[in-house]
Nanobody
Framework: QVQLVESGGGLVQAGGSLRLSCAAS????????MGWLRQAPGKEREFVAA????????KYGDSVKGRFNISRDSTRNRATLQMTNLKHEDTAVYYC????????????????WGQGTQVTVSS
């Protein structure tokens, strides 16, 4: 089974930027659609972004459209979430996820999860 490890979280001021990375333990990342979901304390899990296996299509949650960008590098077995113009309401634990197709990611129907990385945006 693929194991996913996130990195790049931290503390940033509102309006700032962060880049999250998700690395896979095995060279099978190209067989999965990849995505990011997040969960803030006391709130339900929220879909953030997803990208197809072929890197041909992306999806974004309404709250992050125009501010976040997801990409992948199959040669390095890695997916990246570039976050800009961060807002306080972006504060959450961000989870990398892999799924058989991109449609499953917004539903949280994933094959595996990363351990999560904390993003805190100070207002």
């Amino acid at each position: 089974q693929v194991q996913l490890v996130e990195s790049g979280g931290g503390l940033v001021q509102a309006g700032g930027s962060l880049r999250l990375s998700c690395a896979a333990s095995k060279r099978t990342l190209s067989t999965y659609a990849m995505g990011w979901l997040r969960q803030a304390p006391g709130k339900e899990r929220e879909f953030v972004a997803a990208i197809t296996r072929s890197d041909s299509n992306t999806k974004y949650g309404d709250s992050v459209k125009g501010r976040f960008n997801i990409s992948r590098d199959s040669t390095r077995n890695r997916a990246t979430l570039q976050m800009t113009n961060l807002k306080h309401e972006d504060t959450a634990v961000y989870y990398c996820a892999a799924a058989m197709n991109i449609a499953r990611l917004p539903k949280g129907a994933v094959a595996c999860w990363g351990q999560g990385t904390q993003v805190t945006v100070s207002s």
